[in-house]
Nanobody, 116 residues
Framework: QVQLVESGGGLVQAGGSRRLTCVTT????????MAWHRQAAGKQRELVAV???????NYADSVKGRFTISMNNAKTTVYLQMNSLKPEDTAVYSC??????????WGQGTQVTVSS
């Protein structure tokens, strides 16, 4: 069974940086995109950033210019570099991947807490 395992969460001060990593436990054929979502307490889950296997990226307006998503060549790992963090970035961050055949996978999530 495929699993996505996130790491890199934790407590960081406002203005600081954090890098999240998500690794697939085995190769997933046909991946067409990998993404990070987040869910803050009491709020709906939102898409933070997505990267396609063609290298195209898209970001939520709230993180543009501060966050950078990237994927390794083997399509087994996706990163989220988060800079200039704000308290409102506090959330559980989960990675997600989908394939051309419609399969999709979620990670368990990693907590990021930004203190003011």
């Amino acid at each position: 069974q495929v699993q996505l395992v996130e790491s890199g969460g934790g407590l960081v001060q406002a203005g600081g940086s954090r890098r999240l990593t998500c690794v697939t436990t085995r190769n997933i054929p046909g991946i067409n995109a990998m993404a990070w979502h987040r869910q803050a307490a009491g709020k709906q889950r939102e898409l933070v950033a997505v990267v396609t296997t063609m290298g195209a990226t898209n970001y939520a307006d709230s993180v543009k210019g501060r966050f950078t998503i990237s994927m390794n060549n083997a399509k087994t790992t996706v990163y989220l570099q988060m800079n200039s963090l704000k308290p409102e970035d506090t959330a559980v961050y989960s990675c997600y991947t989908q394939t051309y055949t419609g399969d999709h996978y979620w990670g368990q999530g990693t907590q990021v807490t930004v203190s003011s």
